[in-house]
């Protein structure tokens, strides 16, 4: 698969139903999970054009910068610390409306508004990574969005460990 084929409509539910299964067919034979996730980032980038969207791995104590897409970010985050390292923390998907209201947000571009972080299990469930997602419109992320990234993420999980 060389593009995806969209539908023609800012309808988050309509493509999100088209873009799962083609990163289904898209990522089915791959083993590396470095390059499964550097082309989710690229097709959720191409879908939705959001700010910034990456994962960031957990490497002992700390979540290190993995494959995105956008302009250059923080490199280590630690256990707790900002949205990614709460969700990491408490295994679980955060949505931030508004990134300055957000106790410890970390800053890695002035023109984010908004944010959801989605924890990427391995196959004993735990996390193994995050999925970060920046707007530059406030509150753009809903449960919407949640749910849909979450079941994206369970494509990762195989390759997780």
């Known amino acids: 698969m060389e593009n995806l084929t969209l539908p023609n409509t800012q309808d988050r539910v309509t493509l999100y139903a088209a873009l799962t299964p083609q990163l289904r067919e898209l990522l089915g034979e791959e083993r590396d999970p470095i390059a499964a996730m550097a082309n989710m980032a ?19 104590a700390e979540l290190v910068l993995g494959p995105f897409q956008g302009p250059v970010a ?3 985050i630690a256990h707790g610390r900002g ?4 969700a990491w923390a408490e295994e679980r998907t955060v949505i931030v409306p508004d990134v300055d209201k957000f106790p410890g947000h970390i800053a890695c571009s002035a023109l984010s508004r908004s944010e959801i972080v989605v924890p990427c299990l391995d196959s004993d469930g735990r ?35």
């Open 42 to 60: 690229a097709a959720l980038r191409a879908t939705f054009g959001w700010h910034w969207i990456g994962f960031y791995r957990v490497m002992g």
């Open 127 to 161: 996390v193994a990574a995050v999925l970060d997602i920046d707007s530059e419109r406030a509150d753009d992320f809903s449960v919407i969005d949640a749910h849909a990234l979450e079941h994206i993420c369970e494509i990762l999980q195989p390759l997780l460990g």
């Open 74 to 76: 923080c490199a280590r």
């Open 83 to 86: 949205v990614c390292g709460t």
